[in-house]
């Protein structure tokens, strides 16, 4: 089995593992599932010892967290998964990492920390392997290593779960596995005195950048705006409700040369909203363009996508 590897950090630091979480549990009625293996595996050389094995089983597109920390370091990484076929997945993780470097003149803990994002595939055959410690003073490395397996057979997928097959000994680790959407559709429209000029529409996935072109309506003068203009929409965090859902996005919109989507003028950078799914959402784009000519507005609609 071939493996991806993720190196966050070559540090030298002690070995500690401990407990897992309580399984989160989710009901569902789809019938493609999906299995991670998660090892915690110390090697030496040709010596390797299993320290903890974890296995989370639920429906397709089941996400989950991996804990880590000694006394000196602390990692958070935070996988989303989408199946994109019985052959391959999409994987994003966030990465969280804190690192204790040493102390103040006033004796106080001096930390340094880091953000880091990856989006990767992951065909059927392959493994990811996190080695976020590097070697301690024994040679010794710590590797989590999580194997997907797709359960491709059709048929009634159990509710998510956590299976602790080996139990950690000593230290910390902790793993969780939830299930929310992931698959939005997003309906774009540009207003101008009130009356929309310009529309785009796509399906997006969470913590996913997703490029809507907006196509002029027929009959509409979008000047002074330059064409073609593209909206690069992302949905950064979804929570879910009883009976809906809010979500946090941002976008940027820029004009274009041609068709290349070659970024030529742009006109918002990184504006930040937030709503419930259904809800209509208007964005004045006052700052962003002079009302010389016309009020410009960005109306945003976004719902799950089936």
């Not at 953000?115 to 590797?143: C, I, S, T, W, Y």
């Not at 939005?184 to 809507?212: H, I, P, S, T, W």
Request: hydrophobic share 40%; charged share 20%; with cysteine.
């Amino acid at each position: 089995m071939k493996a991806i590897r993720i190196v966050f950090f070559l540090l030298v630091l002690p070995l500690l593992l401990s407990q897992v979480s309580t399984p989160c549990i989710v009901a569902t009625t789809v019938s493609v599932g999906i299995q991670f293996s998660i090892k915690a595996i110390a090697e030496n050389g040709n010596h390797s010892e299993l320290l903890a094995h974890i296995v989370i089983d639920g429906p397709q597109d089941s996400d989950f967290d991996i804990d880590l920390q000694d006394r000196h370091f602390k990692l958070q990484a935070a996988f989303i998964t989408d199946l994109l076929d019985r052959e391959q997945l999409q994987v994003r993780v966030k990465i969280l990492t804190k690192r204790r470097v040493g102390y103040s003149a006033r004796q106080l803990p001096l930390y340094e920390e880091d953000e880091q994002q990856h989006k990767f595939l992951v065909a059927a055959d392959e493994a990811m392997e996190l080695l976020p410690f590097g070697r301690n003073n024994e040679g010794e490395v710590l590797k989590v290593k999580i194997e997907p397996l797709i359960l491709s057979t059709p048929h009634k997928v159990a509710p998510l779960k956590i299976d602790i097959v080996k139990p950690p000994q000593n230290g910390f680790i902790n793993v969780k596995a939830h299930k929310s959407p992931h698959k939005f559709k997003v309906d774009a429209q540009l207003l101008m005195n009130g009356v929309m000029v310009a529309r785009g529409m796509g399906n997006c996935l969470l913590q996913d950048v997703k490029e809507l072109p907006l196509q002029p309506v027929e009959g509409k003068n979008l000047s002074p705006l330059e064409l073609p203009l593209v909206l690069s929409f992302k949905i950064d965090e979804y929570l879910q409700h009883c009976n809906s859902g809010t979500f946090i996005f941002h976008f940027d919109l820029y004009g274009t040369q041609n068709s290349d989507r070659v970024q030529k003028n742009i006109l918002v950078k990184n504006w930040n909203g937030a709503g419930s799914l259904g809800e209509r959402l208007i964005s004045p784009l006052d700052e962003a363009i002079p009302p010389t000519n016309g009020k410009y507005q960005l109306v945003f609609n976004v719902n799950l996508a089936e």
